[in-house]
């Protein structure tokens, strides 16, 4: 399985940058990553997602080192509206057109006024 | 669209019972997912569905089954529903392609007493 492991929660004010930096040290040279971010009562929903270098949309940025063995999802001027659960996934083919998706613990994010 | 839709959302069972929690999907997706949710313990996967007419063991199979009735349904079934099946279950889908994301049902939350 590829492994996850990340901050179990972050605090930040309203207005900073946020980084959450998610460890997958046995990450295979195909794998891709996904972040995810989930509210209460809600399924968790696609935040970003990338292979290497830095990958940017209209929510966040990922940034991924060369070797790949971390990676740091970066939210731009918290609001409360961003305290969530984030979770990182590595998605590694596993043959036979299926795939291994494998959460983590998630790290629970609280923006505070 | 409709997206992932979970039913019921809520059920209440006794130590003993037993259940199907359906799931069904309208965006012609290959592949099919149940995951459960604790406190503490983020997602972890039961059982998936690469295809109409595959299913395959997850992280946490035991207590469970998974019918793959045709390509937009995946239900999961407690035949005999133990306390520690207490969680929220999440269904999700997605395409076949490495960089697909994983769409999300808004969850049923099952208690067993």
């Known amino acids: 399985l590829a492994k996850t492991t990340q901050p179990i929660s972050m605090d930040s004010y309203e207005g900073q940058e946020v980084n959450i930096t998610c460890s997958h040290n046995?990450?295979?040279?195909?794998?891709?990553i996904t972040w995810y971010q989930q509210f209460p009562s809600q399924g968790p929903r696609f935040i970003i997602q990338g292979y290497k270098t830095k990958v940017t949309n209209e929510v966040a940025s990922l940034f991924i080192p060369a070797d790949r063995k971390s990676s740091t999802l970066s939210l731009p001027r918290v609001s409360l509206s961003d305290t969530a659960v984030y979770y990182c996934l590595v998605v590694r083919y596993s043959g036979a057109g299926s795939y291994q998706l494998t959460f983590g613990k998630g790290t629970k994010l609280s923006v505070i006024p | 669209n409709a997206g992932v839709t979970q039913t019921p959302k809520f059920q209440v069972l006794k130590t003993g019972q037993s259940m199907t929690l359906q799931c069904a999907q309208d965006m012609n997706h290959n592949s099919m997912y149940w995951y459960r949710q604790d406190p503490g313990m983020g997602l972890r996967l039961i059982y998936y569905s690469a295809s109409e007419g595959t299913t395959d063991k997850g992280e946490v199979p035991n207590g469970y089954n998974v019918s793959r009735l045709n390509k937009r349904e995946f239900s999961l079934r407690l035949e005999s529903a133990a306390p520690s099946q207490t969680s929220v279950y999440f269904c999700?889908?997605?395409?076949?392609?490495?960089?697909?994301?994983?769409?999300f049902g808004n969850g049923t939350r099952l208690t067993v007493t």
């Open positions: 046995n990450i295979a040279t195909n794998d891709y």
């Open positions: 999700a889908s997605r395409t076949e392609l490495l960089e697909s994301p994983l769409h």
